[in-house]
C-alpha cells in the first residue's frame, strides 16, 4: 500500500509499505477513504514531537471501512463504514474509566505518533470497540473526518474549557481548522461577541462568515492593542490558542 512516511525533521515521502494486519485480538483494519492532515503533523515534520520517529506512517483522522477485526472485536464487522478517532481508547484504565481517554495509559494519541497512522491505504486501529464510530453509508466523508480531531479539539479543549457563557466576549487566535471549529461551536453558548485572529485576510474573511463579529490581522504585532480597543478596554473572557506557537501562546495570555 501507499503510506505518507515521516523521515526525520524537515522530510516526508510517499512510499510502499505491507498492508497492516490485526495484531491484537482488539484489533481492525480499516480501509481509509477520507483522511486529512493536523497542525500536529506539521509539528511532527518541524521536528518538535520527539515521541515520533523517523519512519512512522503519518496521521491520526480518517474515515473508511472495516477490512478486517480480530476476534475480540465484538461491536463491528467487515464492510462496516466507521469514522476512526484520533484518540485510542482501551475502555479499561482508571483514565478511560473516568472519560479522559486522551490519558489512557494503553492508547492515547498513538496513531501517527508511536503506532503507524491514517494517512495510508490502510490502517490498524488498536482497541478498535472503544476507537472507532459506525457512521451511515450516505454521510459525508469531507464532514465526517472532521469529526476525528478537528471539531472535538476546538470544542472541548477550546470551548468546553473555555467556560464560554451568554454574554460574554472570546478571541480565537488562530483562523485554521481548529478555530473555524471553536468559532462555530461557542455560538452554541450564545457569547455576544466572538473575535477572530489571524495574519491571513481570507481566513479571516471565511470566519466572517461562520459568525465572527470581529477580526483582527494580527500581523502587524498589534493584535492585542486592537483588541482592547474592541473591547473598549476590557479584554476577553476567553481566549482560544488554535495555532500552537510560543507567539500566539503570548498573545493569549496578554
Known sequence: MKALIF????????????????AEPTDAIVKITKTTICGTDLHILKGDVPTCQPGRVLGHEG??????????VATFKPGE????????????????????????VNGGWILGNTIDGTQAEYVRIPYAD????????????????MLSDILPTGFECGVLNGKIQPGTT???????????????????????????????????????????????????????????RLTGGRGVDTAIEAVGIPATFGLCEI
Not at 482501551?90 to 473516568?98: A, H, I, Q, T
Not at 453509508?137 to 473526518?145: F, H, I, K, R, S
Not at 481566513?203 to 500581523?219: D, E, M, P, Q
Open 81 to 104: 463504514r466507521v469514522l476512526i478517532s484520533c484518540i485510542s481508547a482501551c475502555g479499561r484504565c482508571e483514565y478511560c474509566r473516568k472519560g479522559m481517554y486522551s490519558h489512557c
Open 7 to 22: 523521515q526525520g525533521s524537515g522530510k516526508k515521502a510517499l512510499e510502499e509499505r505491507p498492508k497492516p494486519t490485526t
Open 63 to 72: 474515515v473508511g471501512f472495516i477490512e478486517a477485526v480480530g476476534p475480540g
Open 170 to 228: 472570546v478571541a480565537i487566535v488562530g483562523a485554521g481548522p481548529v478555530g473555524l471549529a471553536a468559532l462555530l461551536t461557542a455560538q452554541f453558548f450564545s457569547p455576544s461577541d466572538i473575535i477572530m485572529v489571524d495574519v491571513d485576510d481570507n481566513r479571516l474573511t471565511v470566519s466572517k462568515r461562520f459568525g465572527a463579529t470581529a477580526t483582527v490581522n494580527s500581523s502587524d504585532g498589534k493584535a492585542a492593542a486592537a483588541i482592547m
Open 130 to 145: 472503544t476507537s472507532l464510530y459506525r457512521v451511515a453509508d450516505d454521510a459525508d466523508e469531507e464532514a465526517l473526518v
